[in-house]
């Protein structure tokens, strides 16, 4: 039985976008048998947020001959599972896709768009001359409800809307009928999910590389320095999911858990392998990851705790200070996995030039705001030329056999 569990980023890694790289493919023959069962505990996470998990996995399933469940994809938005607090809250949903299908298969049940607050409140969005009410409205419906919470799914496809109508429900405390408020110490929360500041785009540039594209933490850059700008303070994130977040990681060493348990596994997954191309987000989330689980292993020799069931943890963050605090419900949970090792593959994001230097810590730091940069969480266990190669060198570090 494998002792390990893979965790496969997959644009860049798997697919360039609708393109299969041919390596994982060749990759996915070795890791499945004949009758398409995987071998070894799988799951496929990405920042990705505009789309069912459903619809990723079959999108995967095609590029790669392969069948690959929804239970075995991860979005950025799948960790809103773990916060049953805002499920039945009033939630403002801020990005692009099937948003109201995503709610309602995360678990939440109450919930308003940024199209359905421009319908009530057409004066809120006022940057594009063409889209401007032609009459404006008189006075303000009272029959709209306080919204308790804003989820930022990605990026929205009219940033200024978006930007316009959040801050706006911000600046009210959720209560649009409301004037501005003089208190901004008591902000509504506010969840965001993929803080990736770039992404890959398919778009060859007249010097032959790839174009990186504003991803949704560019997004996120702009709504707090606004927010800011505006009120003289920070904005506070409650949450903050997808990679490099620890929370990403918490759920998906849970997904890996139940998928081995399903496969019949009964040793326990002491080793998850992490194989990304964005040092910023799949070798960085994966490395802080492997921190965490050293400094419990440390707490717990130090304390001479006996039980091995800890508490699923939540990632607040406050003024720029990330703190780990407890639900109000924990979960119990049975760790078992030992190590996180990250592994950076060379067929997206990161792709050196043939016969270049070494690999280079990026210069520039493009997490969220709220993360601390560590230079050596850039680093990764190991570098491999693409993804098959990366499972040759995964088993061996195993010692399993894929024939």
Same mark, same amino acid.
């Given at each position: 039985?494998?002792?390990?569990?893979?965790?496969?980023d997959?644009d860049?890694v798997?697919v360039?976008g609708?393109t299969?790289i041919?390596?994982?493919r060749?990759?996915?023959?070795?890791?499945?048998?004949?009758d398409?069962?995987?071998?070894?505990?799988?799951?496929?996470?990405?920042?990705?947020?505009n789309?069912?998990?459903?619809?990723k996995?079959?999108q995967l399933?095609n590029?790669m001959g392969?069948?690959i469940t929804?239970?075995q994809?991860?979005?950025?938005?799948s960790?809103l599972?773990?916060?049953?607090e805002f499920?039945n809250?009033?939630?403002?949903m801020?990005?692009q896709?099937p948003?109201?299908?995503?709610?309602k298969?995360?678990?939440?049940t109450n919930?308003?768009?940024?199209?359905q607050?421009?319908d009530?409140?057409p004066?809120?969005?006022?940057?594009?001359h063409?889209r401007?009410?032609k009459?404006m409205?008189a006075a303000l419906?009272?029959?709209?409800?306080?919204?308790?919470?804003?989820i930022l799914?990605?990026?929205?496809v009219?940033?200024?809307?978006n930007?316009q109508?959040?801050?706006d429900?911000l600046?009210t405390h959720?209560n649009?009928?409301?004037p501005i408020a003089d208190d901004?110490?008591?902000?509504?929360p506010?969840?965001?999910?993929?803080?990736?500041?770039?992404?890959?785009?398919?778009?060859i540039g007249?010097?032959?590389? %790839? *174009?990186? /594209?504003f991803?949704? +933490?560019?997004? @996120?850059?702009?709504?707090? %320095? *606004?927010? /800011?700008?505006?009120? +003289?303070?920070? @904005?506070?994130?409650?949450?903050l999911?997808?990679?490099p977040?620890e929370?990403?990681?918490i759920?998906?060493?849970?997904?890996?858990k139940?998928i081995?348990?399903?496969m019949?596994?009964t040793?326990p997954?002491k080793?998850?392998?992490a194989?990304g191309?964005?040092?910023?987000a799949?070798i960085y989330g994966a490395n802080?990851?492997n921190k965490r689980?050293?400094?419990?292993q440390?707490?717990k020799q130090?304390?001479c705790i006996r039980s091995?069931?800890?508490y699923?943890?939540?990632?607040f963050y406050?003024?720029?200070?990330?703190k780990?605090?407890l639900?109000n419900?924990?979960?119990?949970f049975?760790?078992e996995?030992?190590a996180?090792h990250?592994?950076?593959?060379?067929?997206?994001?990161?792709s050196?030039?043939?016969g270049g230097?070494?690999?280079?810590?990026?210069?520039?730091?493009?997490?969220?705001?709220?993360?601390?940069?560590?230079?050596?969480?850039?680093?990764?266990s190991?570098?491999?030329k693409d993804?098959n190669?990366a499972?040759d060198?995964?088993?061996?570090m195993e010692?399993?056999?894929?024939e």
């Open positions: 039985e494998p002792g390990f569990g893979l965790l496969f997959i860049g798997l360039r609708k299969p041919p390596a994982a060749e990759m996915f023959k070795r890791l499945t048998n004949p398409g069962r995987f071998k070894v505990p799988t799951v496929f996470v990405t920042n990705a947020g789309a069912l998990a459903r619809t996995a079959d399933s590029a392969v069948e929804s239970e994809v991860m979005m950025s938005h960790p599972r773990m916060f049953p499920h809250k009033c939630v403002l801020s990005g896709g948003l109201d299908q995503i709610a298969k995360i678990g939440f919930y308003v768009t940024i199209d607050i421009r009530v409140f004066n809120l969005d006022m940057v594009d063409q401007r009410p009459l409205s419906t009272e029959t709209f409800p306080k919204i308790d919470a804003v799914f990605g990026e929205p009219r940033w200024e809307t930007l109508i959040v801050i429900v600046l959720g649009l009928n409301d901004h110490e008591n902000q509504i506010i969840l965001a999910c993929n803080m990736d500041l770039l992404w890959i785009s398919l778009y007249i010097n032959r590389k %790839s *174009v990186k /594209e991803g949704h +933490g560019t997004f @996120l850059h702009c709504l707090e %320095s *606004v927010y /800011e700008k505006l009120v +003289g303070r920070p @904005l506070t994130y409650t949450a999911m997808g990679k977040s929370v990403t990681y759920y998906a060493e849970q997904l890996i139940r081995a348990s399903n019949g596994i040793s997954i080793n998850l392998y194989i191309d964005n040092p910023m799949d802080l990851f689980i050293k400094q419990e440390e707490v130090h304390k091995k069931c800890i699923v943890s939540y990632i406050q003024s720029n200070a990330a780990i605090v639900p419900k924990p979960t119990p049975i760790r996995v030992e996180c990250s592994v950076l593959v060379c067929t997206g994001i990161y050196p030039e043939p230097s070494s690999y280079q810590i990026p210069p520039v730091f493009h997490g969220p705001r709220d993360m601390e940069f560590d230079v050596n969480l850039c680093v990764p190991f570098i491999t993804a190669k499972i060198r995964i088993v061996k010692n399993f056999s894929l």
